[in-house]
């Protein structure tokens, strides 16, 4: 739900400014107001820039940790024994300093070893011949050596007649080979330094030998090898003393934009300041600042005015929070709508899943995330909620891993078959029983949407702006058992007959004749014709969308069984010795890749169905902005 929030009004003198906002820190409960948007300051643009450096140097760190414990798992790196260090905030600002430079020595030594791999690959197929003598034979000869590569077809012997050309090496189908230039040697190219004009790639050589650059490369990578030591030895030592520099500096981060969070009056003497604090805090609040003496207001909030949000729900409902912020948190006119949309969501995930074995093993998932990675226990937890719905759900339609659970002959099934919600046993209407019911679970959440908004009219305008949302679920819900329950052969008696009639019309009257209080009769009467339209047409829409949850968990089992189908069929000529394993791998793969398509619509339209459908129903407007007290972050 949306905790109740009362607004604060500050009058603050410049002589008590900078100790009535360290007091404001130090309670930890108001959320100030940034009068002053946009606004910013040298301070602010420095902490910002600073903080900018933390999140590098942490994402650093991160990356080294993780390398380090990838290459103890692989057995590639020897332990490293550390001792972390206590958290010194004050030496933060120092290590990014030195992982800034490790950084840059590693980007630079990157570059450097990618440069003798080049020369080295230039240099391979010519092999190790000193520069030195080579330069020695040209003064000696007064002619040039040449380096040129081609593809081994294209290498001509008139090459060989006329310039010398001697190959040296051939790899991947190409030819190195070496020609002189010279007046000794050929009149018709007098410059030695002039290439042989010929149809093949003349390589301009590295300054030094091959054993050079490969001791070069060596040297570069120890060099490489002892900045990832020391990077990951920061790393694991220094960790704690980042992450509480960065704390200190989010603390001026948020004490500079607090700063400049007021509007000054009375010719800059005094400074107004706005703010929010929870209901539950204000009298806690406004006793201390009754002892500072600032001179404060404490308001109800006013119609239109944008109040920070914060929802408190109850360990199950907030499971399903992260979703809700996906799309928005409420504002504060708005009803929340997680705890109402949970239950509907997780069963939407089961229908779409639709398989009890997906759903074993999306709860094994789950559970071992719990144990294994913390972090993730919110979302671990969501999970196994969502994995045990799709077991239910797959249980009661008879599908496992993509078996038809009522076409299998096994006798511990027998006693349960007739149970399994399927066209065998149920055929409600002529229709799929699961289609059917998942219309009707459709129209169930959109009657609880209609509900809600009605519910928001009355807490935001008194009880007179919710009879004409009311009506059209009194309407809606009537008309629906009056003609429902004997179409599923309940015989309704006539009195209970009479009595939908009734509520029917009554129904009526509110939706044509007062479905907006602020307009006269004339005016009532058209927007009460106009809703009849708008429902007609829109609520068959929203119904029929829900029909995908019926469509999308079929096609996952239909999909899952054809996998079944094409693992025994084949390989069925296969001996049973060489047979299982072409059966696992195609199992693996088509249950893989079902899973995989199958989660991504589980997800996909229950959220579609929730923000669309459920939202829209239930007027919800959303737009929140989360409340964030001024507070110390540091411990």
Sequence with gaps: MIQPMKKLTFLVTDKEYDAFIAQLQQWGVVHVVELQAGATSPELQDALALDARYKEALKSMTYAAAAYEKSKKEGGD?????????????????????????????TATRHAIDDAEKAIAQLEPFGDFSWDEIHALEADTH???????CGSKSFRQQWADTYFATPVAEENKKTYFVTFSGPALNDANGDPSQAPAIAAEHLELPEHNLAYYIKEKNELKQRLQQIRQQQLRLALEERQSVEAAKLANDDRIALARVQLSHEEVAEGVVRLMEGWVKTENADEVTKALDDTGIYYELSDPAEGEKVPIEIKNDSYSSLFEPILKMYSLPNYRDLDPTVFFAPF????????????????????????????????????????????????????????????????????????????????????????PMMVFSVVIGLVQVLLGMTLAGAKAVKNGGWKYGVGKFSWVTALLS???????????????????????????????????????????????????????????????????????????????????VFNQLATDLTEPLPLFVRWLPMLLILLLGHGINFGLCMISSFVHPMRLTFVEFFKNADFEGGGKPFTPFKKKTA
Aim: one cysteine or more; a neutral charge; glycine letters at 12%.
């Design 78 to 106: 020897a332990q490293v024994s550390v001792q972390p260090r206590e958290a010194q905030p004050a030496n933060g600002l120092d290590i990014v300093a030195q992982i800034e430079q490790l950084t840059a020595d590693e």
């Design 143 to 149: 002619c040039r050596i040449h380096f040129f590569r």
């Design 345 to 432: 969501f997780m069963l939407f995930f089961g229908l779409c899943m639709g398989d009890a074995g997906y759903g074993l093993l999306i709860l094994l998932i789950c559970l071992w995330l719990l144990k294994a990675k913390p972090d993730f226990k919110p979302y671990a937890k969501l999970g196994c909620w969502l994995g045990a719905t799709t077991m239910v759900v797959g249980l009661l339609t008879g599908s496992f891993f993509g078996i038809d659970l009522s076409q299998q002959d096994w006798a511990f099934l027998a006693p349960v078959k007739h149970l399994f919600i399927n066209e065998n046993n149920y055929k409600p209407f002529g229709y799929a």
């Design 479 to 561: 008309a629906t058992l009056l003609f429902g329950l004997p179409a599923c052969g309940v015989a309704l008696p006539l009195f209970i007959q009479y009595l939908f009639f009734a509520l029917i019309a009554v129904a009526a009257v509110g939706i044509m004749f007062y479905n907006n209080p602020d307009k006269n009769l004339f005016m009532n009467f058209g927007g009460g014709l106009w809703s009849i339209y708008g429902m007609a047409t829109g609520l068959l829409g929203d119904l029929l969308s829900y029909i995908r949850l019926f469509a999308l968990g079929l096609t996952g089992s239909v999909l899952g069984g």
